[in-house]
């Protein structure tokens, strides 16, 4: 089925693209290129870093603190070891700053002696060795000697604040007291892995010239080459990276590389030979960042229709150590807490704070998936005390064009709340099968109310139940952060006559490798097959900025388009009008290389005040609905995710079978944040470290999953696309708690919805719902 247009005033089925996998048509078949790396990591033939062979190459480790908080003392080396046949590195052996370069300079490279250590597994030493079984066997006979200090655990404890923001508009006070329903509620969040298929790794090789090339697995390796830059006192020349073969990322090789490759880096200079980092799973799990845990707290206020009159949202947000990324994490999700809905006075209130547990930082949804699943929350449980259905409570308040957000934007363009909903509703039948899962219940119980209380058993021991969820995720980076990037992408028409496209994003399974080759070959008017993807490498590409915020397609992909269309006005133009396809290759023998580089220029009419929160948050926004639908045993209380419909739109759909994998992974993983997903924690310890212990949805979990794309172009980009990796991860949690509620009539608050949580719910532990004018409920 084509895909349409979204345009003003048509149908909404007429705008969609429904992708189902029974009647998916692969590659070329479908007009749309195959992926450029598919047959080689199908057939095995990838390397990923650890098969990558460098002759002489020794292997590193990192000695790690064992306690939450101490003051590290000493360092002590087994004095009947020959430490002389391997490298040891410590805080002492740093030749540049002692920091891991981010946002905060707060993080060191290696505990100091004298230092604090802030966490279990931070890093303290590093050790080298020719072979694996020396390290094995020597790491044990390095002890720390450390002075305990009192560990904070609870983030609303901290006094040590990293960020926090307040965004007001109107005045919530006033219409509180007018309201005709007032719902309070409080949502936790926990820790969520990312679990990429392969571990972070790093080989770093040292240079004749006091330089290091890094080679490994990453989502930005600008990133990482500013890390080194600072840590290592090593020029732009000197600090080269390399990104190859990368197995997953999901925001957790964002900025936690940096750390791995400086370790190796330190490693290898002192060895002066090739050193390899790679870590397993185990290490990868303890040591990594995770996605924040949260805290979020709501007070609505609604008429009795259901219209939103007033939001007063706090949001708590655990940043572990150290600050990472979270003031950002904590900036989009406190500008999403509100949800896709129109309120005339809101206040969003957030804070990040420490905790001696390890670092939190990038993972999908960036923050929003944790302040979204509470703000829908919050709209399913005012509609079952309003008597309005979860549908018709969304199509009361959902934007629409002319709408202004919280921090003053004024929503001119793309904006597709109305079309996802109705859509996702359509597709469900959501309505007829919600009244249908209360008949059930009511029969079941002989009244018309759900039951719940005491367990059921007999003929009664499953139950069925459909769940709606609505979102929006803002496009590309928060505010002025575009700008203060100023990205750089080229396309170049290479002496010999290649064509190839240069920036430094990365492949990292969705598809990068092979949507900027469509969209070059595209503008120039030739075959894919002859546009080639340069290698993410330092020494080779500009900074395109990183990886992340759904913003490669979008925000790179338009410098990219501009590139291209730059480099075919400048042959044409050198052969009087001879059209690219026929002129590039003679005017490569003529005139040598060409190449243009395309710096990213702010979008017109966004304007936004980091001072005050205020204006343009985001250029443009995406926007989800799911409907899932669940079946819970209802004497073990454990829930089955059997359907998701997943509605998504995304801009403009570049490569239908790509961004349908977007969604349908990114919808997996929300449905494992939702039900399994949990990391458990004793004093600021991982006790479930293992594969064995940290669950995540395999395929005998997956549910079947439909993709409905909707395209609404954002006019700022020339191909209209907006990014859709992150926004499936925003609306499946809700929309599976929801299905939960429907089948059980218990509403879970905390993520995961564990079977020991629902448990404990239907024995009566249960929201409060008292309601009236002005009073809480």
Request: proline share 6%; with cysteine.
């Amino acid at each position: 089925m084509p895909t349409r247009t979204l345009t003003p005033g048509t149908d909404v089925l007429d705008r969609a693209l429904v992708v189902d996998p029974g009647q998916r048509v692969p590659g070329r078949a479908s007009g749309f290129p195959l992926r450029r790396e598919g047959p080689a990591k199908l057939t095995g033939a990838a390397k990923y870093t650890d098969d990558l062979v460098f002759p002489g190459a020794w292997f590193g480790t990192t000695i790690r603190s064992s306690e939450a908080r101490a003051t590290l003392r000493a360092i002590e080396l087994d004095p009947d070891v020959d430490w002389s046949k391997v490298v040891v590195a410590t805080a002492a052996d740093i030749p540049g700053e002692n920091i891991v370069s981010s946002i905060k300079d707060d993080q060191p490279l290696l505990v100091p002696i004298g230092g604090e250590i802030r966490h279990v597994a931070e890093p303290v030493a590093l050790l080298a060795a020719p072979d694996r079984e020396t390290l094995r066997r020597l790491r044990g006979r390095i002890r720390l000697v450390t002075e305990p200090l009192e560990p904070v655990f609870d983030p609303e404890l901290s006094d040590h604040v990293f960020a926090e923001y307040d965004v007001k508009h109107g005045d919530p006070s006033a219409a509180f007291a007018e309201a005709d329903l007032v719902l309070e509620g409080e949502y936790r969040v926990g820790h969520q892995e990312q679990l990429y298929i392969e571990n972070n790794a790093m080989i770093a090789v040292p240079g004749e010239d006091g330089g290091i090339v890094i080679h490994g697995s990453m989502q930005c390796p600008y990133y990482v080459h500013n890390a080194l830059k600072r840590a290592l006192q090593l020029t732009s020349v000197q600090a080269r990276v390399i990104q190859e073969e990368t197995g997953g990322g999901f925001g957790g090789k964002e900025e936690f590389p940096s750390v791995l490759a400086l370790h190796a880096s330190l490693l290898a200079l002192k060895a002066k030979r090739p050193v390899r980092m790679i870590y397993e799973r185990h290490e990868d799990i303890v040591a990594t960042t995770k996605r924040h845990p949260a805290v979020v707290r709501h007070r609505t206020g609604f008429a009795k229709d259901g219209t939103l009159v007033a939001q007063d949202i706090e949001v708590v947000m655990d940043g572990g150590a150290y600050c990472t990324l979270t003031p950002v994490v904590l900036s989009r999700g406190v500008l999403h807490a509100g949800g896709p809905y129109r309120c005339p006075n809101v206040r969003l209130r957030g804070r990040a704070t420490r905790t001696n547990t390890a670092p939190n930082g990038a993972f999908r949804g960036f923050g929003a998936p944790q302040t979204e699943f509470a703000a829908e929350m919050q709209m399913n449980r005012a509609a079952e005390l309003l008597g309005i259905s979860p549908a018709e409570i969304r199509r009361r308040n959902v934007y629409v064009l002319g709408d202004t957000t919280p921090t003053g934007q004024l929503l001119r363009e793309s904006v597709a709340g109305e079309e996802v909903l109705e859509l996702a509703l359509g597709a469900s039948l959501f309505e007829r099968v919600r009244e249908r899962t209360r008949r059930e219940a009511a029969q079941r119980t002989g009244s018309g109310t759900i039951p719940t209380g005491p367990l059921r058993t007999g003929n009664e021991r499953r139950a069925t139940g459909i769940g709606l969820a609505l979102a929006w995720h803002g496009a590309g980076f928060t505010g002025s952060g575009e700008v203060h990037l100023a990205s750089v992408a080229s396309v170049e028409l290479a002496a010999e006559g290649r064509i190839r496209v240069l920036t430094a994003n990365t492949e990292m399974g969705q598809g990068t490798k092979t949507v900027f080759p469509q969209m070059v070959a595209t503008e120039l008017g030739v075959p894919v097959d002859w546009v080639e993807y340069a290698p993410q490498d330092t020494a080779e590409v500009l900074d395109s900025g990183p990886t992340v915020a759904s913003r490669t397609v979008m925000v790179v992909g338009k410098l990219v388009i501009l590139a291209a269309r730059r480099l075919k006005e400048t042959i044409e133009g050198r052969s009087n009008g001879v059209p690219f396809h026929e002129a590039f290759r003679d005017d490569a023998r003529e005139h040598g290389a060409t190449r243009i580089d395309q710096k990213f220029e702010p979008y017109p009419g966004v304007v936004f005040d980091d001072a005050t929160y205020m204006g343009d948050a985001y250029p443009a926004y995406g926007w989800a609905a799911a409907v899932a639908t669940v079946e819970v045993d209802l004497d073990t209380c454990e829930v089955q995710v059997v359907d998701v419909i997943a509605v998504d739109d995304v801009g403009k759909v570049i490569h239908p079978i790509l961004c349908e994998g977007q969604v349908e992974g990114g919808t997996l993983q929300a449905v494992g944040y939702a039900t399994i997903e949990e990391m458990k924690l004793d004093k600021g310890r991982y006790l479930n470290d293992r594969l064995a212990t940290y669950l995540i949805p395999t395929a005998l979990d997956a549910p079947h999953i439909r993709s409905i794309l909707v395209e609404a172009p954002y006019s700022g980009s020339p191909h209209g696309a907006k990014g859709v990796g992150e926004l499936p991860m925003d609306v499946g949690a809700p929309a599976v708690v929801a299905a939960i509620h429907d089948a059980t009539g218990v509403w879970i608050h905390d993520l995961p919805a564990t079977p020991e949580k629902i448990l404990a719910a239907r024995h009566g532990e249960r929201a409060p719902a008292a309601v009236g004018p002005g009073k809480a409920a």
